[in-house]
């Protein structure tokens, strides 16, 4: 076996070896994550825009600008109280249809969602089971939500699944860079500092962000993400931003 064949295997056996670990919060954990949600729903925007250091919506409105266009079917999924539905009827100009996906019924209903035609529907469920059928969406979008699935493989699938051919998979989210060096640095901040400035704008409450540390560490590297996504996908355009600590990305099915 010549040096080259040799490398290439070894390249193999690593990429098999990442997609048969599972990666996501397991159903146990993930019921802890949506309990706390739910609490922190009154301070969510408020302390995620600061403890994202402002940058939440520029990399939503980054992630959606180059992906989304007039006439498309879009699900975004894990909404939330719907910014990244907000942010893509501004950027067309209100000429997409929206579907919002969130497994936080409360979410859905909070009046920060406006009304909207666009809007054709609100449900509730998870990313391993999405609802809908075969090649439905021309753009999924999560928008610091897919970070939560329970098995990421599984809601990559489903992803996959709900898409036409040539629609777009759009994810905005934490990023675990592969440089140990800056890993840590950020593991810093999402364990201590994070929680502080979640104190200081949202007293006790804020103490509640605590968790996103947690989904953090249960988080693959944006190496290993890039992996993930390419098994499915045909492109991935993988984007980092904070040196990784955000990644903004765009899938083509």
């Known amino acids: 076996m010549t040096s080259s064949c ?10 098999k070896e990442i997609l048969l670990q599972v990666f996501g919060l397991g159903y146990s954990y993930w019921g802890e994550v949506i309990t706390v949600l739910r609490e922190i729903i009154p301070v969510y ?4 825009k600061v403890i994202s ?51 936080i ?19 509730s469920g998870i990313f391993e089971f999405l ?17 939560d699935a329970i098995e990421l493989q599984n809601a990559i699938a489903e992803v996959h699944r709900i898409l036409k051919t040539g629609g777009r998979f759009v994810v905005v989210d934490l990023g675990k860079p592969d440089l140990l060096f800056t890993r840590i640095g950020v593991n810093f901040y999402l364990k201590y500092i994070l929680r502080l400035l979640a104190f200081l704008t949202a007293g006790e409450s804020g103490l509640r962000f605590k968790t996103l540390y947690g989904t953090y560490k249960k988080w693959p590297k944006n190496k290993i993400l890039f992996s993930l996504l390419s098994a499915k996908f045909s492109n991935v355009e993988f984007k980092k931003k904070m040196l990784g600590a955000s990644v903004i990305i765009s899938a083509t099915k």
């Not at 925007?45 to 995620?48: I, S």
């Not at 809908?132 to 999560?142: I, L």
């Open 131 to 147: 609802p809908f059928r075969n090649e439905t969406f021309d753009v999924v979008m999560c928008g610091y939500s897919l970070r």
């Open 53 to 103: 250091l402002g940058k939440d919506e520029s990399y939503r409105l980054f992630g959606i600008s180059d992906n989304i266009h007039a006439g498309d079917l879009i699900l975004d999924a894990g909404s939330g109280y719907g910014n990244m539905s907000m942010t893509a009827l501004q950027c067309t100009n209100n000429q997409v249809g929206i579907v919002m996906f969130d497994p």
């Open 105 to 123: 019924l409360e979410m859905l209903k909070n009046p920060k969602n406006r009304n909207s035609e666009q809007i054709y529907l609100k449900t």
């Open 45 to 48: 925007d408020k302390v995620n």
């Open 6 to 15: 040799f490398i290439i295997r070894i390249k193999y056996l690593q990429f």
